[in-house]
Nanobody
């Protein structure tokens, strides 16, 4: 079965950096696009970045463009989200997601808190 497990969240000061990881299993990872979403308290979930399968074209939400970088390691079946210049408004639960055979799968999420 498809499993997605995020890690790497935590608390960081404004201007700091974090790298999130999402380990995938249960499907042919290299064949599918992977996405990172976030949901802040009281707000709707939003997609922040996506990376396609080979050769790995990327998309970013405007609010993170230039600060976040999504990448993938198909051999390790991991997708990453490098987050730089973090702002308090980046505080949210971050989850990775994929759509396999028309079904959306989600990880459990990892908390990112940006505060002084």
């Amino acid at each position: 079965q498809v499993q997605l497990v995020e890690s790497g969240g935590g608390q960081v000061q404004p201007g700091g950096s974090l790298t999130l990881s999402c380990a995938a299993s249960g499907f042919t990872f290299s064949n599918y696009a992977m996405s990172w979403y976030r949901q802040a308290p009281g707000k709707e979930r939003e997609m922040v970045a996506q990376i396609n399968s080979i050769p790995g074209a990327t998309w970013y939400a405007d609010v993170v463009k230039g600060r976040f970088t999504i990448s993938r390691d198909n051999a390790k079946e991991v997708v990453y989200l490098q987050m730089n210049s973090l702002k308090p408004e980046d505080t949210a639960v971050y989850s990775c997601s994929c759509r396999v055979q028309r079904i959306d799968f989600w990880g459990q999420g990892t908390q990112v808190t940006v505060s002084p």
